[in-house]
């Protein structure tokens, strides 16, 4: 008898020995399908965003397919209460697989971390930024004015 519980309790640990580790919990996004299949966006998202960055920064070309923007404003999604998750909450998009695989990205420094639809407005507005809600590119070339160097200067010194 011992002998038979020893072995059904053996075969009890070796069944969860071979369980799936947990996965996220990935919300869903609004869209009817992604850029590109889901396979392909988990494994490359970054070589995608990181080739627009390029192609905008660098190039001027702007395009939606892989623009960060787009990607928050399809894949970040209210809660039942109808508020939006902040960048570092599990229930961030972007956040639950990052924070899961413990991987830091600094996007959301200067990116807005909601869907443009959640600013008042409907467009963020960074103090300095122009009528792009997500940066400042609108206004590169321009003077720039002791106002606005003690404006950055003021939030630089509220974030420390």
């Known amino acids: 008898m011992t002998l038979a519980l020893l072995g059904l309790a053996s075969l009890l640990f070796t069944a969860g020995a071979h369980a799936e580790p947990p ?16 396979p392909v966006m ?13 192609e905008t920064m660098h190039e001027g070309i702007r395009t939606k397919k892989y623009s960060l ?6 894949h970040v999604v209210p809660n039942e209460k109808g508020e939006y998750p902040k960048f ?5 998009f972007c956040s639950s697989c990052h924070n ?14 909601k869907p443009e639809t959640a ?17 400042f590119a609108d206004k590169a ?20």
């Open 23 to 38: 996965l996220p919990d990935i919300p869903k996004g609004k869209g009817e399908q992604c850029v590109e299949p889901t």
């Open 42 to 54: 988990r494994r490359h998202h970054m070589d995608f965003i990181l080739h627009q960055r390029t």
């Open 69 to 74: 923007v787009e990607c928050i404003n399809c």
């Open 88 to 92: 570092g909450s599990d229930d961030h």
């Open 100 to 113: 899961y695989a413990s991987v830091h990205i600094d996007c959301f420094q200067c990116h807005a971390d």
């Open 119 to 135: 600013y008042k407005g409907g467009k963020f507005q960074h103090a300095l930024g122009g009528s792009n809600p997500h940066h």
């Open 141 to 160: 070339g321009a003077p720039i004015s002791k106002g606005d160097i003690e404006l950055v200067s003021a939030e630089s010194n509220s974030h420390e």
